[in-house]
């Protein structure tokens, strides 16, 4: 069985330019996170979608990022304008439910420049 | 606040050398405990859930226990295959999400 899959894997921008970020989670699984990952650090919440609603937002930078997950598959995030301090991994995570064990894709490295 | 707090921040251990990380958690309504390990440049991936204080599960040199403040993730003989960063995570039930620790970079050398 596939896993999580995200695209792409690494990014180098300038800042103030936008980016965006692409996850298709687990075949099955309603819940999708998109997790920050500042390095040295552990993964923090950004947003959790249950099919295409959003669950918790609450600590989704919401002047600059965005993040929608159409017909309750895919999912995308995005950063406008990136910032320096946006430089981390973004990972995308999946659970067949909420509670339930989420599982990792491999992220999105991203370092603003 | 919910809170995961993991010690030793690194640990540095020869081939064979028994040892313990700790994980130490503050959460509302806990719904369990999630341990992960991390390869560089990769996503998490998932090792043990446990729920209840005194619950233990095992998984070829990893152990992992649970009390009611702390977890306890035990490698027996580490190998060098082994190393890697190992996170805690624990689930509130209250606030519906999963609370990530700072993690344990082990590394064992040969």
């Known amino acids: 069985e596939a896993g999580v899959v995200q695209s792409p894997r690494y990014k180098i921008i300038e800042k103030k330019q936008p980016v965006a970020f692409w996850c298709n989670p687990i075949s099955g699984h309603a819940t999708l996170y998109w997790y920050q990952q500042i390095l040295g650090q552990g993964p923090k919440l950004l947003i959790q979608?249950?099919?295409?609603?959003?669950?918790?937002d609450s600590q989704l930078p919401k002047d600059r990022f965005s993040a929608e997950r159409l017909k309750g598959v895919d999912s995308t995030l995005k950063i406008q304008p990136a910032e320096l301090g946006d430089s981390a991994v973004y990972l995308c995570?999946?659970?067949?439910?909420?509670?339930?064990?989420?599982?990792f894709g491999p992220g999105t490295r991203l370092l603003v420049l | 606040e919910d809170q995961v707090t993991q010690s030793p921040e690194a640990l540095r251990l020869q081939e064979g050398e028994s040892s313990s990380l700790n994980c130490s958690y503050t959460?509302?309504?806990?719904?369990?405990l999630f341990w992960y390990r991390q390869d560089p440049g990769k996503g998490p991936e998932f090792l043990f859930t446990?729920?209840?204080a005194g619950e233990e599960k095992e998984k070829e040199r990893l152990k992992a226990t649970l009390t009611k403040k702390e977890s306890f993730l035990h490698i027996t003989a580490p190998k060098p295959e082994d190393s890697a960063t190992y996170l805690c995570a624990a689930y509130s039930g209250n606030t519906g999400k999963l609370i990530f620790g700072q993690g344990t970079t082990l590394q064992v050398k040969p």
């Open positions: 959460v509302s309504g806990l719904r369990g």
């Open positions: 979608f249950q099919n295409n609603g959003v669950v918790d």
């Open positions: 995570a999946s659970s067949f439910m909420r509670q339930e064990t989420q599982y």
């Open positions: 446990l729920y209840s």
